[in-house]
């Protein structure tokens, strides 16, 4: 994600980059925050990389906001606007350029929170990331890089899609806490296994694309089916009857992939 800070005084600038730093890292999110004193120089900016995300104040210095943000539409019908302002004068003309909101400055910290969390709602759905402690310092992870993971000795054994380990130590509920998301599925007290590299379910494993098995509890074999095909239709493929051998399919013909 691509966040533009259009703002003439330099020290609000500043601030509001770090307010918005705060809210990616509430959310675990990554941007790239860019910040300009004009609208000239983001114009120019935004004309030879589009960005996601515009905070712009429309009293700048010589320059009107909503004049940009007209700009700004001839070429990038698409990019969220968020106007800064010290008052709702120009809501009319905020409406002609398809403004998302106004944020009255000074605003306070929920009303960012709650603005920014509606905007994120707008787009596909950013990859996460964790930070992890490990023996040579601390490492991101991105949610995505995550294959599997699992509780041994007091340490988390996380395996990535790159082939790498990282090993930290921590209590599995600790390293769990912070992968909130319906990609990863609990396969017993120990072990986590990111879905979207699951290629199928055998009511045992799950069978990783890369042929890997990651077994699953057996009081948790029905859970992991659903939540399995539940995943597999939330990302648009189909969940259709799997192989499995004929002595199988009398105690469960509800498989997911052929």
């Given at each position: 994600m691509r966040i533009a800070i259009v703002e003439d005084i330099a020290t609000e600038r500043e601030q509001l980059r770090d307010r918005l730093n705060g809210q990616l890292a509430r959310l675990a999110l990554e941007a790239e925050i860019l910040a300009f004193g004009s609208g000239?120089?983001?114009?120019?900016?935004?004309?030879?990389?589009?960005?996601?995300?515009?905070?712009?104040?429309?009293?700048?210095?010589?320059?009107?906001g909503?004049?940009?943000?007209?700009?700004?539409?001839?070429?990038?019908?698409?990019?969220?606007?968020?106007?800064?302002?010290t008052s709702a004068d120009h809501a009319l003309d905020?409406?002609?350029?398809?403004?998302?909101?106004?944020?009255?400055k000074p605003c306070a910290d929920g009303e960012l929170a709650a603005l920014f969390d509606e905007i994120i709602k707008?787009?596909?759905v950013p990859d996460r990331y964790i930070e992890v402690n490990t023996a040579g310092g601390p490492v991101r992870l991105r949610f995505r890089e995550i294959l599997y993971a699992e509780h041994y000795r007091h340490q988390i054994y996380i395996y990535?899609?790159?082939?790498?380990?990282?090993?930290?130590?921590?209590t599995f509920r600790e390293f769990t806490a912070g992968l909130t998301d319906k990609r990863f599925f609990l396969c017993s007290?120990?072990?986590?296994?990111?879905?979207?590299y699951a290629e199928d379910f055998d009511g045992m494993d799950f069978i990783l694309k890369s042929g890997q098995r990651i077994p699953v509890s057996r009081d948790l074999a029905k859970t992991a089916r659903q939540t399995f095909?539940?995943?597999?239709f939330e990302t648009t493929k189909i969940c259709t009857p799997p192989r499995t051998p004929e002595k199988d399919l009398r105690n469960d013909n509800r498989g997911l992939l052929p």
């Amino acid at each position: 994600m691509r966040i533009a800070i259009v703002e003439d005084i330099a020290t609000e600038r500043e601030q509001l980059r770090d307010r918005l730093n705060g809210q990616l890292a509430r959310l675990a999110l990554e941007a790239e925050i860019l910040a300009f004193g004009s609208g000239t120089t983001f114009l120019l900016a935004a004309g030879e990389e589009r960005f996601d995300l515009v905070f712009l104040d429309i009293y700048l210095e010589q320059e009107n906001g909503v004049d940009t943000a007209r700009e700004l539409r001839r070429f990038d019908p698409d990019c969220i606007l968020v106007f800064l302002t010290t008052s709702a004068d120009h809501a009319l003309d905020g409406f002609r350029v398809r403004a998302f909101h106004y944020l009255v400055k000074p605003c306070a910290d929920g009303e960012l929170a709650a603005l920014f969390d509606e905007i994120i709602k707008r787009f596909p759905v950013p990859d996460r990331y964790i930070e992890v402690n490990t023996a040579g310092g601390p490492v991101r992870l991105r949610f995505r890089e995550i294959l599997y993971a699992e509780h041994y000795r007091h340490q988390i054994y996380i395996y990535g899609t790159d082939g790498q380990k990282t090993v930290t130590r921590q209590t599995f509920r600790e390293f769990t806490a912070g992968l909130t998301d319906k990609r990863f599925f609990l396969c017993s007290r120990g072990v986590l296994v990111n879905l979207e590299y699951a290629e199928d379910f055998d009511g045992m494993d799950f069978i990783l694309k890369s042929g890997q098995r990651i077994p699953v509890s057996r009081d948790l074999a029905k859970t992991a089916r659903q939540t399995f095909c539940d995943f597999l239709f939330e990302t648009t493929k189909i969940c259709t009857p799997p192989r499995t051998p004929e002595k199988d399919l009398r105690n469960d013909n509800r498989g997911l992939l052929p």
